[in-house]
């Protein structure tokens, strides 16, 4: 909401300033000074129905009783604060609530990794070895795979467990590897940003080699739609790396392949659950590699896209931004698709920095330049004003991840995010996970938790939830006619939310 669009705006301004003089100002005039900033946040505009005020009064009840406890979970690392987010009524209304759909998150992060070790590690011909920097690599294999660089003797799982006494620690040891969640004091496990992103590449390249076997491929990505689509998300759009799959054999499937594959599982995951609208990948590089390599992943980018246009939303450079090169090193190669006349959509990381002056944290701007669509994290935004207009002005909105945030050292305190800067102007922003398996967070009511009682504690109401999930349709890569598909199918869930809740007020009552 800009001022000079509001002309009542304008109007309570000088009434203030005519009141300086005043010893004690008109009460009436503070009064419309407190409504016209809370009309300001996000969901301040809208009117809720008479069943929906309902709803938010007992919301409201349920925020004041949350604001009240001594142990205030966003003032909380996620780590300790999970257990009493989890018995927070708040918490359970979230899971029921239609999220809509979650835009932020990483192909390799999205399945919860006890899935991954009770149900993927104990297939046949599953191996495992122990790398030097104490992470572990799998690989399928119809034989003995063969010797890693840096890492031990290849053991085959099956057997490891049949030798094992405890198999129940042997595989908690295995899932501690692939996740970041800790049972320690996580300031202790991981005393700076450097060791948190460390132990954070190293569960991914251990996550790899078992997602990547063909035949998980396609489970993996069906169970990443049933968490998410279990946790009230009806839409994924999802960074993925389209790595090349193997076979038992050894052989290796294309990155077209990776795309028909998740476009299928997709599509048959849509038939059998119809209430769930779909997903799309947006194509990612890691920002760590020289221009060439970002050249030819552009290309082949825009080849997948013009080969599969319904799954293929874009592009996006990932991996740490503060040691790897800022955008404006791959302005040839990111220049392409406009030079050849192609319409390639980004949607770049920026701003997941607090690095202030360095030449990645200029990212948001060049982001901005480059007419990427969204921005990702922008936990930098609020120290560039003219990116942060500009984000505004042209519909950009920022993907807030707020426990990827925490958990990788941008903020302690969730309650001090700049995105509760953000919510409070009414700023363009969605809600997602990024990487939820590591963190072991749920699909997307855990992030909805933090942004909702973190953010903006009783100044959020339920507008503040119903704009967040329209909001995330509403940025969606969908085109036009998909956006307002998805946006009826919500509004539809949204309906039966409010009912379902309010006939509990009401049974309680």
């Not at 209304?93 to 990483?106: F, W, Y």
Request: hydrophobic share 40%; proline share 5%.
């Amino acid at each position: 909401m800009e001022l000079q669009r509001h002309p009542v705006v304008v109007t309570c301004l000088l009434s203030c300033f005519l009141a300086l003089g005043i010893s004690v100002p008109d009460p009436r005039k503070r009064e419309e000074l407190i409504k016209l900033e809370a009309s300001m946040r996000i969901g301040g505009h809208l009117r809720l129905s008479p069943e929906e005020q309902q709803v938010d009064a007992q919301l409201r009840k349920l925020m004041q009783e949350e604001m009240a406890r001594t142990d205030f979970p966003p003032a909380l690392h996620f780590f300790k604060a999970r257990p009493l987010i989890r018995r927070s009524p708040i918490y359970s209304l979230l899971q029921k609530m239609p999220k809509g759909a979650a835009l932020h998150v990483h192909d390799f992060a999205m399945v919860d990794v006890e899935w991954l070790v009770r149900n993927v590690t104990y297939r046949s011909h599953c191996y495992m070895c122990f790398t030097d920097n104490h992470s572990v690599r799998f690989s399928f294999s119809s034989g003995l795979p063969k010797p890693r660089l840096n890492c031990s003797a290849w053991t085959l799982l099956e057997q490891l467990r049949a030798q094992t006494v405890n198999v129940t620690d042997l595989d908690n040891g295995i899932m501690s590897k692939l996740t970041l969640w800790t049972e320690e004091d996580p300031e202790i496990v991981y005393p700076s940003q450097d060791v948190v992103w460390e132990r954070f590449e190293q569960a991914f390249l251990a996550t790899f080699g078992l997602v990547t076997y063909a035949p998980v491929f396609k489970d993996y990505v069906r169970e990443g739609l049933s968490q998410f689509y279990r946790d009230n998300v009806m839409y994924v759009e999802v960074r993925a790396l389209l790595p090349e799959t193997y076979e038992l054999d050894g052989s290796t499937n294309s990155k077209e392949w990776t795309v028909k594959t998740f476009q299928e599982t997709t599509r048959q995951f849509v038939e059998e659950h119809p209430d769930f609208f779909g997903a799309r990948v947006i194509a990612t590089f890691h920002r760590g590699a020289n221009v060439s390599l970002v050249t030819l992943a552009v290309q082949e980018a825009m080849k997948l896209q013009a080969e599969f246009p319904e799954t293929m939303a874009g592009f996006d450079l990932v991996g740490r931004e503060d040691t790897g090169s800022p955008l404006w090193l791959f302005r040839e190669a990111l220049s392409l698709p406009a030079a050849q006349g192609f319409n390639l959509p980004y949607f770049f990381h920026a701003g997941e920095t607090d690095h202030e002056g360095t030449e990645v944290d200029q990212n948001m701007l060049d982001a901005l330049l480059f007419n990427t669509s969204r921005i990702g994290h922008g936990f930098a935004l609020l120290r560039h004003p003219l990116a942060k207009k500009l984000s505004r002005m042209n519909g950009v909105a920022i993907e807030v991840c707020p426990i990827s945030n925490q958990v990788l050292k941008l903020v302690k305190d969730l309650r001090n995010h700049p995105a509760a800067v953000l919510m409070s102007e009414g700023h363009p922003l969605v809600i997602s996970s990024d990487d939820p398996s590591m963190f072991g967070a749920s699909g997307l009511s855990d992030d909805f938790y933090e942004a909702f009682v973190g953010f903006g504690g009783l100044g959020n109401n339920l507008g503040s939830l119903k704009e967040l999930a329209m909001n995330s349709i509403r940025y969606s890569s969908l085109p036009p006619n998909l956006q307002e598909k998805c946006m009826s199918m919500w509004q539809t869930k949204w309906n039966s939310f409010v009912t379902e809740n309010l006939q509990g007020t009401q049974a309680e009552l």
